[in-house]
């Protein structure tokens, strides 16, 4: 089946960087995007940047830029997320998207079809 | 950025109701607009994608309307299973930028 497994929960001290992967499975990995989502504690979905894993293009959110790098692998359909300069507004949930597609109408409608499991990051002195 | 817009922010109902949650967005999205369900502790699902598709498996009771700035979701009739927190996502341009979402609480 379509998945996709991150990697485990992180503890890091503030002005650390963390970097998280997201493993996928069940589909032709260079033909979606993935997207990266945070959530922090008891607050809504941030989303933070995309990148096409064939051929590592990536757009990220302007305030995360300068902080953040996404890349991937084909050789072992994953993607990863880092994130450096940690401070404790960074404490979340993180999670990879994949971003799917259909066909409405004649125009592309893209969507986040096939989330991760999530990995905790908490920052913390 | 767009900005997405959500009301209310919570609501309490009860099973067999009919709720409807409004999203809007600062600046046309035309129907580049999709919504997810989140219960606690797990990760996002998708419900339904530009305006009013259902994603496979998703229960007919959802529905979505709307077009341009104003858009709506729909639970026909409550179930025990619906009560979570939905977001709206606009997919129209960068960043993707979500709603602050809506708790769906049992009355």
């Known amino acids: 089946q379509v998945q996709l497994v991150q990697s485990g929960a992180e503890v890091k001290k503030p002005g650390d960087s963390v970097k998280i992967s997201c493993k996928a499975s069940g589909y032709t990995f260079t033909n979606y995007y993935v997207h990266w989502v945070r959530q922090a504690p008891g607050q809504g979905l941030e989303w933070m940047g995309i990148i096409n894993p064939s051929g590592g293009v990536t757009t990220y959110a302007q305030k995360l830029q300068g902080r953040v790098t996404m890349t991937g692998d084909t050789s072992t359909s994953t993607v990863y997320m880092e994130l450096s300069s940690l401070t404790s507004e960074d404490t979340a949930v993180y999670y990879c998207?994949?971003?799917?597609?259909?066909?409405?109408?004649?125009?592309?409608?893209?969507?986040?079809?096939?989330w991760g499991t999530g990995t905790t990051v908490t920052v913390s002195s | 950025d767009i900005q997405m817009t959500q009301s209310p922010s919570s609501l309490s109902a009860s099973v067999g109701d009919r709720v409807t949650i409004t999203c809007r967005a600062s600046?046309?999205?035309?129907?580049?607009l999709n919504w997810y369900q989140q219960k606690p502790g797990k990760a996002p699902n998708l419900l339904i994608y530009a305006i009013s598709n259902l994603q496979s498996g998703v229960p007919s009771r959802f529905s979505g309307s709307g077009f341009g700035t104003d858009f709506t979701l729909t639970i026909s009739s409550l179930q025990p299973e619906d009560f979570a927190t939905y977001y709206c996502q606009q997919s129209f341009t960068a960043p993707r930028t979500f709603g602050q979402g809506t708790n769906v609480e049992i009355k």
């Open positions: 600046q046309s999205i035309t129907s580049y």
């Open positions: 998207a994949r971003d799917g597609k259909s066909v409405v109408i004649n125009y592309y409608y893209h969507y986040m079809d096939v």
